[in-house]
């Protein structure tokens, strides 16, 4: 996709996503590198990251680089974020966005699979925030971007545990923006809504959030949804 900004300040910097492999991830991976950054992602599906470095390395100047993780294992999580940093310097941007929002019926929601979720869709934002915390306030700085959802809003049905989780999101953003306030890290989060809206559509505002353009920003939850809630 061609660019429709540019942002000095994302040239050569490090940017993590999580569940970048594939959707609303890949996009981001996709935007990210077309701007020069020096893109890592986490994810399980090793098939499709795969694909999508090998249809990207023509174009961009930074080949993006791939660590398989199971994000509910936070020890493999904690590992994958040194191994990064490790080889490609301190991150300076965190995208949060690996989910999954398997539907489910509120009578049949057992302890173990209600665990289970917020292990998916909600207590790995908490951990990979805490592993790239130190690089950041070592570099200077950074900007950590949470992905929500409009759901919470509407409210949908169906899928309760997932919503839940979704909800959580903003808080934390909220707390963990004043808690690293101080050491000029930033903390946003985004709602993406599913009507009329592009993987591309979030990735430009998540492009926005990562920059030196939105320096003021933080402590906000923005809604990409088209108009819907």
Known sequence: MALSARYPSLQKTVVLITG??????????EQFALQGAQVAFVDIDEKSAAQ??????PSVANRPAFWKCDLTEIPELRLAIEAIEAELGPIRVLVNNAASDDRHKFPE??????????????RHHFFAIQAV?????RAGGGSIIN???????????????YITAKAGIVGLTRTLARELGGANIRVNCISPGAIMI????VAKM???LASEESSAITGQNFVVDGGWV
């Open 133 to 137: 915390a130190p690089g950041m306030k």
């Open 109 to 122: 929601v057992t302890p173990e699979y209600w665990d289970e979720r917020m292990n998916v869709n909600l």
């Open 52 to 57: 999508l470095i090998e249809n990207l390395v």
């Open 20 to 29: 970048g492999a594939t959707g609303i991830g890949a996009a981001m991976v």
């Open 147 to 161: 992905m929500s959802s409009i759901s919470w809003m509407i409210p949908s049905t169906g899928l309760p545990a």
């Open 206 to 208: 998540v492009l926005f």
């Open 198 to 201: 592009t993987p591309d559509d």
